[in-house]
Each structure stands twice: as structure tokens, then as C-alpha cells.
């Protein structure tokens, strides 16, 4: 195999895909070398582990969703409705537009139980989700019940995903952002 250059950007995108399709432990180092056309050898150069690696795809995930989705939550110059319409409609282009579902939501169910540090970094992203939801709906509903409907809408957002994929139906999830549209 030819050794190429390459960025630990374009690693955590190739890492990320697979940690997505084949789930992490089925992923090796080897694995994601080939699918970065390197040698195993040269991932050591940008990262010491795999466990690095994975804990750096999922900050990865949550930093674009703070600075692509979360964030519409917080544009205080636009209504509760038109927020919740573009928040649901980033999502959506998201997830509808990503193979093998929700690399947090996988990895809460693969890995968390036994790893801290990634369940960390995993409780981090959807607190922020909650937090952003919230943010839209408190303004339509009483604190406790907007805390309450947004912990509840990102489970069924994230149950709604594992469905979608299992049923290769995409009206599943998208009942959900229907759903969540209609609360503010």
C-alpha cells in the first residue's frame, strides 16, 4: 500500500464512519489505515490509541452539532417556532444523511457501560441537545415540563433513529421532528 499524507481530521471522518457501520469494538486500528489508505503505523502519528481516536470522533460529532444545529436554539432574534422548524430540519439533514445512525447514540449503548471517559464525553452531548431543546421550548411551556419534553424528545429522537435503520423507514424518525414541531 502506498503511504499517503493525511490529516487527523480526515481520520476521525474515516473513524467515524466505520465506529458507525461496523461499531467500535468490530473497528481496528488496521481498518481505519485502510480505509485512510496509510499503514497502521501512521495513525500513531496523529494519535496514540484507538481509544483517542474514539474519544476524538465523538467530541468531533458533538462540536459540529453545537456549531451547525445546537446553536439555532439560542438565536434570540428568531421566534420559538421558526427555531424549532430549523433545528429539526438541520437535524434531520443530518441523520437522514448519515449511514449507520448516530455515532453517540451507538457507541452510549457499546461502550459507555464499560469506559468513562467515553460515557463522559457521550452525557455531554446530549446534555448540550437537552440544553438546546430546552432553550426553544421554554418559552411555550413551564421549566420543568420544557426539561422534561426535551430529555424525552432526544430519546425518542435517538430510538427513532435505531428504528429508522432497522425498518429502512424514514417515516419513523421523521414523526418525531413532526412531533417536536408541534410543541412550540
Same mark, same amino acid.
Given at each position: 500500500?502506498?503511504?499517503?499524507?493525511? +490529516?487527523?481530521?480526515?481520520?476521525?471522518?474515516? +473513524?467515524?464512519?466505520? #465506529?458507525?457501520?461496523?461499531? !467500535? !469494538?468490530?473497528? +481496528?486500528?488496521?481498518?481505519?489505515? =485502510?480505509?485512510?489508505?496509510?499503514?497502521?503505523?501512521?495513525?500513531?502519528?496523529?494519535?496514540?490509541? $484507538?481509544?483517542?481516536?474514539?474519544?476524538? +470522533?465523538?467530541?468531533?460529532?458533538? =462540536?459540529?452539532?453545537?456549531?451547525?444545529?445546537?446553536?439555532?436554539?439560542?438565536?434570540?432574534?428568531?421566534?420559538?417556532?421558526?427555531?424549532?422548524?430549523?433545528?429539526? $430540519?438541520?437535524?434531520?439533514?443530518? #441523520?437522514?444523511?448519515?449511514?449507520?445512525?448516530?455515532?453517540?447514540?451507538?457507541?452510549?449503548?457499546?461502550?459507555?457501560?464499560?469506559?468513562?471517559?467515553?460515557?463522559?464525553?457521550?452525557?455531554?452531548? #446530549?446534555?448540550?441537545?437537552?440544553?438546546?431543546?430546552? =432553550?426553544?421550548?421554554?418559552?411555550?411551556?413551564?421549566?420543568?415540563?420544557?426539561?422534561?419534553?426535551?430529555?424525552?424528545?432526544?430519546?425518542?429522537?435517538?430510538?427513532?433513529?435505531?428504528?429508522?435503520?432497522?425498518?429502512?423507514? $424514514?417515516?419513523?424518525?421523521?414523526?418525531?421532528?413532526? $412531533?417536536?414541531?408541534?410543541?412550540?
Amino acid at each position: 500500500m502506498a503511504i499517503k499524507k493525511t +490529516s487527523a481530521e480526515q481520520i476521525l471522518t474515516e +473513524s467515524i464512519s466505520l #465506529f458507525k457501520r461496523r461499531g !467500535y !469494538y468490530n473497528t +481496528s486500528m488496521a481498518n481505519i489505515a =485502510e480505509a485512510c489508505g496509510l499503514i497502521k503505523g501512521s495513525i500513531y502519528h496523529h494519535f496514540k490509541s $484507538k481509544d483517542e481516536i474514539g474519544i476524538e +470522533s465523538l467530541k468531533y460529532i458533538h =462540536e459540529y452539532f453545537v456549531k451547525n444545529i445546537f446553536s439555532v436554539a439560542y438565536e434570540t432574534n428568531t421566534s420559538p417556532k421558526d427555531r424549532m422548524d430549523n433545528f429539526v $430540519k438541520k437535524t434531520d439533514n443530518y #441523520f437522514l444523511n448519515s449511514e449507520g445512525g448516530c455515532l453517540l447514540g451507538n457507541l452510549a449503548l457499546e461502550v459507555a457501560h464499560e469506559n468513562e471517559n467515553f460515557k463522559e464525553v457521550i452525557r455531554t452531548y #446530549f446534555t448540550a441537545w437537552e440544553n438546546a431543546l430546552y =432553550e426553544i421550548l421554554k418559552d411555550r411551556h413551564y421549566s420543568e415540563d420544557a426539561k422534561n419534553l426535551a430529555k424525552e424528545y432526544v430519546s425518542l429522537t435517538q430510538g427513532a433513529i435505531m428504528m429508522m435503520n432497522l425498518y429502512d423507514n $424514514k417515516d419513523i424518525y421523521l414523526d418525531v421532528g413532526k $412531533k417536536l414541531k408541534n410543541l412550540v
